[in-house]
């Protein structure tokens, strides 16, 4: 499914709560606390602003100095406090190249798909087929033009499930990352994507 559909399953859930879209501009540093400040008004609590600390070269990776592989990263993310939660649900995708399937139960059901390859995770979601975009030339212009304003994310293109091009948002960081940094790369990714299907739809072709 595009992400259009998760995008509208995800706004239906926000609207039955009673929340009420706002847009602001603040500087990519801030993307966290930002985030932050909205969970914590979701639960009806004033939340305290500070200015963040920068994580230190050391805090950002695994402090035993050894790096993620899928197997491990899947334990930690099924026993992280956000599955817990439930903001999210995941599974080990057995196959020569195993993956954990991500499904981001607060952003409509949208699911990612991540792995560990070496000294990389990626992480990774199916936008729309190529061939339901107006005009690619123009599409891929504009999305080479404005991809900086999504933090941590970038576009791409690979075969979807039924054989079709489809335009991919995706991160990547470190395999020896911390599970807070992982964590982060994944709920961005997510953001990321529904502002994406909400920025472009005007670029796709009706097919209604």
């Known amino acids: 499914m595009k992400s259009s559909y998760y995008q509208s399953r995800y706004r239906a859930r926000l609207r039955e709560k009673g929340y009420v ?38 805090e950002s990776e695994m402090s ?9 990263l899947h334990g930690a993310l099924a026993q992280s406090d956000a599955a817990a939660e439930e903001a999210f649900k995941v599974e080990l995708v057995a196959g020569i190249d195993p993956g954990i399937l991500i499904t981001m139960t607060e952003f409509g059901d949208l699911p990612l798909l991540m792995s560990v390859s070496g000294s990389q995770i990626l992480v ?30 970038t576009f791409g293109i690979r075969q979807g499930p039924d054989g079709r091009d489809y335009y991919e948002m995706f991160g990547s960081l470190s395999a020896g990352s911390k599970l807070a940094s992982v964590l982060f790369e994944i709920e961005t990714l997510a953001d990321n994507a529904m502002q994406t299907a909400e920025a472009y739809q005007t670029e796709l072709k009706d097919t209604a």
């Open 21 to 58: 879209k706002r847009e602001i501009w603040i500087p990519p540093e801030y993307t966290k606390v930002l985030k932050d400040c909205e969970k914590a008004l979701r639960m009806g609590v004033l939340p305290t602003i500070s200015t963040p600390t920068p994580m230190t070269a050391a």
């Open 64 to 72: 035993n100095d050894e790096n993620w592989t899928t197997e491990t």
């Open 124 to 153: 990774e979601t199916l936008l729309w087929p190529v061939d339901e975009v107006a005009d690619t030339g123009a599409f891929n212009d504009l999305i080479l033009r404005t991809h900086k304003l999504l933090p941590l994310s």
